[in-house]
């Protein structure tokens, strides 16, 4: 995360903590990046232009999204445009995010497999590890083959590995490290 984005990040979610809306600008700010990061890339691209002046990309902003967004979002958007930092959008984002999760008592995990998990090993893992923390939990799978089989969970500093590779290089540790 930039340090920019964490500034602005920072400063978005203590002015709605005052009035109350951080899970509406959350909400907000979420779909917004989805929206820049996967649905249309070149938004932010343009919006970082130096062939625009700043008034021209603030218009595009106001003609995209005024009536559509809480104005705190929207000017949001508009001040980061203005200063020339839009591109760290998506790191302010996160920003916000880890301050949500942080006053709203959620964890969140990492996992990674080889493949996705059902449903039902979804919410079995996630009550699992509610039960284990103490905390609600947001997980986020990431698929890698590499892994083989098993789990990696990575939460608050911590890494649990139980995934066929790791297993594997234990076993080549330790096949190395005996003298015969």
């Known amino acids: 995360m930039t340090e920019a984005g964490s500034v602005y990040g920072q400063a978005l979610y203590d002015l709605a903590a005052g009035e109350n809306l951080t899970k509406t600008i959350l909400d907000q700010l979420s779909m917004l990046q989805h929206c820049f990061t996967v649905e249309e890339p070149q938004f932010l691209k343009l919006l970082s232009s130096p062939n625009l002046s700043k008034q021209e990309r603030c218009k595009i902003l106001d003609d995209s999204f005024r ?15 203005e200063k020339g ?9 996160d920003a916000y995010r880890d301050n949500w999760y942080r006053d709203n008592d959620i ?70 490290n005996t003298v015969l």
């Open 85 to 93: 930092y839009i591109r760290h959008f998506p790191d302010s984002v």
């Open 107 to 176: 964890l969140v995990v990492k996992a990674v497999s080889a493949v996705s998990p059902t449903a039902e090993q979804l919410t079995r893992l996630t009550q699992k590890l509610s039960k284990i923390t103490g905390k609600s939990v947001d997980v986020r799978w990431h698929i890698d083959p590499s892994v083989i089989g098993g789990v990696r969970l990575d939460y608050d500093g911590k890494r649990l590995d139980d995934t066929v590779s790791h297993r594997l290089d234990a076993v080549r540790a330790m096949l190395k």
């Open 67 to 81: 009536g559509m967004l809480h104005p705190y979002v929207l000017n949001f958007l508009k001040l980061m445009t």
